[in-house]
């Protein structure tokens, strides 16, 4: 593979780093979570699938893939066995140290892409980067999460309102970025269940003992599949269009 190929930035010398800064090339940075996904999916499935991403949307606009952070904010599954929160507090201050590093070194656009949609992670993310933008309003940076395509197919597969964390969807794409790691017959059989808005709890879980919040019914390969091509392919259209247009 030629350097200029090369879409792994921990593969890079500090010259091809270098010159690929030089070259504009997109950082992609994926961000994940150690974090319970019910009794059929391992804890790192939001790494994993953000990685996956990232490779395929870094291929679509010729990127550079940064080496992943593995932890992330996982309030309501903090009770969880293996599941390992950060603090936005303290998530916040490395992604920003992150970034910044990055930008020092040449970086002027950066897409940062997580795998795990809890909106105190989203939030954490979006903050630790605006100050940077307000410091350097030239910069692009855009931050994109797991769900914020996926709406076409929910409704294709009749899942509006019924999907969620490790449902059909989001083991579905397991199958196909680590199908050795789906438990197939482990499976719960459960629907979306009713969850409190308003009231903040010391132990959410109770609302879903099996650790999944939505239809299971649905899971196959297929749908994995077509799932990952339309997030990869809208993501490429939004840099795409960002890079040439300006605007998303």
């Known amino acids: 593979m030629a350097k200029d190929e090369e879409i792994y930035l921990a593969n890079l010398t500090k010259d ?11 950082l992609i940075l994926p961000f994940g979570t150690v ?12 790494l994993f699938y953000a990685v996956h991403v990232c490779e395929a949307v870094a291929r679509g606009i010729h990127g550079l893939v940064a080496p992943a952070l593995s932890y992330g904010v996982c309030r309501t599954m903090r009770n969880f066995p293996g599941t390992i929160s950060l603090t936005p507090i303290t998530l916040g201050a490395v992604i920003r140290e992150i970034v910044s590093e990055y930008i020092r070194h040449g970086g002027r656009k950066l897409a940062l892409i997580t795998g795990h949609a809890e909106p105190a992670q ?3 993310i979006r903050e630790a980067v605006l100050p940077l ?3 350097n309003p030239s910069l692009i940076i855009v931050v994109i999460g797991p769900y914020d395509f996926l709406d076409p197919v929910r409704r294709e597969m009749n899942l509006v309102n019924e999907d969620g964390h490790a449902g059909s969807i989001e083991t579905s794409e ?33 609302e879903y003992p099996t650790g999944v919040r939505g239809d ?3 899971v ?22 960002i890079e040439q247009e300006g605007r998303e």
């Open 35 to 46: 974090e319970q996904h019910g009794p059929h999916l391992p804890l790192g499935t939001d």
């Open 220 to 241: 196959s390969r297929e749908l994995g599949q077509r799932a990952i091509r339309h997030v990869v392919t809208e993501i490429v259209n939004v840099l795409r269009r």
């Open 174 to 206: 397991m199958l196909v970025v680590a199908e050795e790691l789906v438990r197939m017959d482990r499976i719960p059989q459960v629907t979306r269940p009713r969850l409190s808005h308003f009231r903040i709890l010391a132990n959410p879980e109770t």
């Open 216 to 218: 299971t019914s649905k």
């Open 122 to 124: 989203m939030e954490t």
């Open 133 to 135: 933008v307000n410091e």
């Open 16 to 26: 091809d780093f270098a010159a690929a800064m030089q070259a504009g090339r997109w």
